[in-house]
Protein backbone atom coordinates (compact mmCIF):
# COMPACT_ATOMS: atom_id res chain seq x y z
CA UNK A 1 0.00 0.00 0.00
CA UNK A 2 1.22 3.50 -0.52
CA UNK A 3 0.91 6.17 1.70
CA UNK A 4 1.88 10.60 1.97
CA UNK A 5 2.64 11.82 5.24
CA UNK A 6 2.30 15.54 5.72
CA UNK A 7 2.94 16.53 9.26
CA UNK A 8 2.29 20.15 8.87
CA UNK A 9 -1.38 21.24 8.86
CA UNK A 10 -0.50 24.71 8.60
CA UNK A 11 2.48 27.08 7.92
CA UNK A 12 3.51 30.99 8.01
CA UNK A 13 6.10 32.74 5.59
CA UNK A 14 6.13 36.20 5.20
CA UNK A 15 6.53 37.62 1.81
CA UNK A 16 9.80 37.15 -0.05
CA UNK A 17 10.76 34.40 1.85
CA UNK A 18 11.38 30.67 1.22
CA UNK A 19 9.33 28.20 3.25
CA UNK A 20 9.84 24.28 3.06
CA UNK A 21 6.56 22.08 2.79
CA UNK A 22 7.68 18.41 4.05
CA UNK A 23 6.26 15.11 2.55
CA UNK A 24 7.19 11.86 3.40
CA UNK A 25 6.05 8.87 1.25
CA UNK A 26 5.74 4.94 1.97
CA UNK A 27 5.53 2.31 -1.08
CA UNK A 28 6.78 -0.93 -1.78
CA UNK A 29 6.93 -0.21 -5.35
CA UNK A 30 10.13 0.37 -6.73
CA UNK A 31 9.44 2.59 -9.60
CA UNK A 32 6.75 5.88 -8.34
CA UNK A 33 6.04 9.33 -9.23
CA UNK A 34 5.29 11.92 -6.96
CA UNK A 35 3.33 15.34 -7.60
CA UNK A 36 2.44 18.35 -5.77
CA UNK A 37 -1.08 19.85 -6.47
CA UNK A 38 -1.97 23.49 -5.13
CA UNK A 39 -5.60 24.58 -4.03
CA UNK A 40 -6.76 28.09 -3.48
CA UNK A 41 -9.87 29.08 -1.44
CA UNK A 42 -11.65 29.06 -5.02
CA UNK A 43 -11.29 25.36 -4.56
CA UNK A 44 -9.62 24.17 -7.60
CA UNK A 45 -6.96 21.78 -7.82
CA UNK A 46 -3.23 22.74 -9.79
CA UNK A 47 -0.72 20.47 -10.59
CA UNK A 48 2.33 22.40 -9.45
CA UNK A 49 5.68 19.95 -9.75
CA UNK A 50 6.24 15.64 -10.76
CA UNK A 51 8.89 14.32 -9.29
CA UNK A 52 9.81 10.77 -11.29
CA UNK A 53 11.57 8.04 -8.54
CA UNK A 54 14.47 7.54 -10.98
CA UNK A 55 15.01 11.57 -12.03
CA UNK A 56 18.43 11.69 -11.48
CA UNK A 57 17.99 15.60 -10.81
CA UNK A 58 15.50 17.04 -8.31
CA UNK A 59 12.82 18.76 -10.67
CA UNK A 60 11.89 22.69 -10.54
CA UNK A 61 9.26 24.80 -12.04
CA UNK A 62 9.78 28.52 -11.47
CA UNK A 63 9.61 29.13 -8.24
CA UNK A 64 9.01 25.85 -7.25
CA UNK A 65 11.36 23.01 -6.45
CA UNK A 66 11.23 19.52 -4.71
CA UNK A 67 14.04 18.41 -2.79
CA UNK A 68 13.67 14.52 -3.31
CA UNK A 69 15.74 12.26 -0.95
CA UNK A 70 15.16 9.12 -2.10
CA UNK A 71 17.10 6.98 0.60
CA UNK A 72 14.69 9.26 3.24
CA UNK A 73 11.50 8.54 1.23
CA UNK A 74 10.90 12.38 1.34
CA UNK A 75 9.70 14.76 -1.19
CA UNK A 76 9.59 18.17 -0.12
CA UNK A 77 8.16 21.13 -1.64
CA UNK A 78 10.51 24.19 -1.86
CA UNK A 79 8.86 27.71 -2.38
CA UNK A 80 10.98 30.28 -2.77
CA UNK A 81 10.03 33.91 -2.77
CA UNK A 82 6.95 33.72 -1.73
CA UNK A 83 4.06 36.13 -2.96
CA UNK A 84 0.23 36.71 -1.32
CA UNK A 85 -0.99 34.36 -3.92
CA UNK A 86 0.84 31.40 -2.62
CA UNK A 87 -1.44 31.18 0.16
CA UNK A 88 -3.39 28.03 0.31
CA UNK A 89 -3.84 24.09 0.53
CA UNK A 90 -0.84 21.82 -0.84
CA UNK A 91 -1.00 18.15 -1.20
CA UNK A 92 1.55 16.06 -1.76
CA UNK A 93 0.61 12.61 -3.60
CA UNK A 94 2.07 9.86 -5.19
CA UNK A 95 1.30 7.13 -7.87
CA UNK A 96 2.87 3.65 -8.12
CA UNK A 97 3.59 2.47 -11.83
CA UNK A 98 3.55 -1.09 -10.91
CA UNK A 99 0.88 -1.16 -8.51
CA UNK A 100 -2.55 1.10 -7.92
CA UNK A 101 -2.86 1.22 -11.47
CA UNK A 102 -3.03 5.28 -12.06
CA UNK A 103 -4.58 6.18 -9.28
CA UNK A 104 -3.06 9.03 -6.85
CA UNK A 105 -3.04 8.68 -3.61
CA UNK A 106 -2.74 12.13 -1.31
CA UNK A 107 -1.79 13.31 2.20
CA UNK A 108 -3.47 15.51 4.48
CA UNK A 109 -3.02 19.01 2.69
CA UNK A 110 -0.73 22.06 4.87
CA UNK A 111 -2.26 25.17 4.79
CA UNK A 112 0.19 27.85 3.82
CA UNK A 113 -0.69 31.40 4.96
CA UNK A 114 1.90 34.19 3.39
CA UNK A 115 1.56 37.50 5.22
CA UNK A 116 2.92 41.14 3.68
CA UNK B 1 -6.70 23.82 -21.80
CA UNK B 2 -7.77 20.67 -20.54
CA UNK B 3 -11.23 21.56 -19.01
CA UNK B 4 -12.63 18.88 -16.78
CA UNK B 5 -16.60 20.38 -15.82
CA UNK B 6 -18.56 19.23 -13.15
CA UNK B 7 -22.53 20.05 -13.17
CA UNK B 8 -22.85 21.49 -9.72
CA UNK B 9 -20.99 23.66 -7.54
CA UNK B 10 -22.90 23.56 -4.76
CA UNK B 11 -25.93 21.12 -3.83
CA UNK B 12 -28.08 20.69 -1.04
CA UNK B 13 -30.12 17.49 -0.77
CA UNK B 14 -32.12 15.43 2.27
CA UNK B 15 -31.14 12.57 3.68
CA UNK B 16 -32.51 9.53 1.60
CA UNK B 17 -32.12 11.23 -1.73
CA UNK B 18 -30.34 9.80 -4.55
CA UNK B 19 -28.16 12.39 -5.88
CA UNK B 20 -25.74 12.63 -9.37
CA UNK B 21 -22.96 13.93 -9.56
CA UNK B 22 -21.76 14.54 -13.59
CA UNK B 23 -18.25 15.10 -14.44
CA UNK B 24 -17.58 16.27 -18.63
CA UNK B 25 -13.56 16.21 -19.78
CA UNK B 26 -12.74 16.98 -22.95
CA UNK B 27 -9.49 16.17 -23.26
CA UNK B 28 -10.31 12.42 -24.38
CA UNK B 29 -8.72 10.62 -21.84
CA UNK B 30 -8.59 7.31 -20.58
CA UNK B 31 -8.83 7.92 -17.29
CA UNK B 32 -11.56 9.20 -14.96
CA UNK B 33 -11.45 9.15 -11.18
CA UNK B 34 -14.06 10.42 -8.27
CA UNK B 35 -12.30 11.82 -4.72
CA UNK B 36 -13.99 13.15 -1.61
CA UNK B 37 -12.19 16.00 0.02
CA UNK B 38 -13.06 16.79 4.01
CA UNK B 39 -10.38 18.53 6.49
CA UNK B 40 -7.72 16.71 7.89
CA UNK B 41 -8.27 13.85 5.71
CA UNK B 42 -7.11 14.97 2.30
CA UNK B 43 -8.60 13.39 -0.61
CA UNK B 44 -10.00 9.86 -0.90
CA UNK B 45 -10.22 8.07 -3.55
CA UNK B 46 -13.73 6.46 -4.19
CA UNK B 47 -14.28 5.07 -7.76
CA UNK B 48 -12.09 5.50 -10.47
CA UNK B 49 -12.34 4.42 -14.17
CA UNK B 50 -10.38 3.34 -16.88
CA UNK B 51 -12.43 3.19 -20.17
CA UNK B 52 -15.98 3.27 -20.57
CA UNK B 53 -18.21 1.11 -18.98
CA UNK B 54 -15.08 -0.08 -16.67
CA UNK B 55 -14.87 0.48 -12.74
CA UNK B 56 -12.94 0.04 -9.93
CA UNK B 57 -13.45 0.28 -6.44
CA UNK B 58 -10.85 3.25 -4.86
CA UNK B 59 -10.73 3.78 -1.14
CA UNK B 60 -14.06 4.50 0.15
CA UNK B 61 -16.42 2.99 -2.24
CA UNK B 62 -19.02 2.79 0.53
CA UNK B 63 -22.65 4.42 -0.39
CA UNK B 64 -21.53 5.31 -3.89
CA UNK B 65 -21.71 4.09 -7.44
CA UNK B 66 -20.84 5.26 -10.69
CA UNK B 67 -21.39 5.53 -13.80
CA UNK B 68 -19.29 5.29 -17.37
CA UNK B 69 -21.51 4.76 -20.43
CA UNK B 70 -19.35 7.74 -22.65
CA UNK B 71 -15.61 8.24 -22.83
CA UNK B 72 -16.05 11.74 -21.60
CA UNK B 73 -18.43 11.50 -19.22
CA UNK B 74 -18.50 10.61 -15.24
CA UNK B 75 -21.17 10.45 -12.47
CA UNK B 76 -21.49 9.61 -9.16
CA UNK B 77 -24.60 8.22 -7.73
CA UNK B 78 -25.44 8.69 -3.62
CA UNK B 79 -28.72 6.17 -3.80
CA UNK B 80 -29.58 7.35 -0.65
CA UNK B 81 -27.82 10.49 0.94
CA UNK B 82 -26.75 10.81 4.16
CA UNK B 83 -25.67 13.21 6.42
CA UNK B 84 -22.07 12.00 6.92
CA UNK B 85 -21.45 12.10 2.87
CA UNK B 86 -21.97 15.90 3.45
CA UNK B 87 -18.11 16.67 1.71
CA UNK B 88 -16.36 18.32 -1.24
CA UNK B 89 -16.50 16.09 -4.30
CA UNK B 90 -13.81 16.32 -6.55
CA UNK B 91 -13.77 14.29 -10.29
CA UNK B 92 -10.20 14.15 -12.43
CA UNK B 93 -9.21 12.62 -15.37
CA UNK B 94 -5.87 11.69 -16.76
CA UNK B 95 -3.95 9.94 -19.84
CA UNK B 96 -4.04 6.22 -19.79
CA UNK B 97 -0.48 5.65 -21.50
CA UNK B 98 1.97 4.42 -19.15
CA UNK B 99 4.48 6.39 -20.58
CA UNK B 100 2.76 9.39 -19.24
CA UNK B 101 3.41 11.06 -15.56
CA UNK B 102 -0.37 10.02 -14.37
CA UNK B 103 -0.76 14.24 -13.71
CA UNK B 104 -4.41 14.39 -12.64
CA UNK B 105 -6.50 17.21 -13.86
CA UNK B 106 -9.28 18.13 -11.69
CA UNK B 107 -12.85 19.67 -11.85
CA UNK B 108 -13.61 22.61 -9.92
CA UNK B 109 -15.59 20.61 -7.17
CA UNK B 110 -19.00 19.97 -6.08
CA UNK B 111 -19.83 20.44 -2.40
CA UNK B 112 -22.32 18.48 -1.43
CA UNK B 113 -24.77 19.15 1.81
CA UNK B 114 -26.74 16.73 3.12
CA UNK B 115 -29.61 18.04 5.52
New interface residues.
Given amino acids: AQKITQTQPGMFVQEKEAVTLDCTYDTSDPSYGLFWYKQPSSGEMIFLIYQGSYDQQNATEGRYSLNFQKARKSANLVISASQLGDSAMYFCAMRGMNTGFQKLVFGTGTRLLVSP | DVKVTQSSRYLVKRTGEKVFLECVQDMDHE ?1 M ?1 W ?1 RQDP ?6 IY ?1 S ?1 DVKMK ?1 K ?1 DIPEGYSVSREKKERFSLILESASTNQTS ?1 Y ?1 C ?1 S ?1 F ?1 S ?1 AN ?9 S ?1 LTVL
Fill in positions: NFYGLGLRLFYEGMLASGATGELFFGEGR
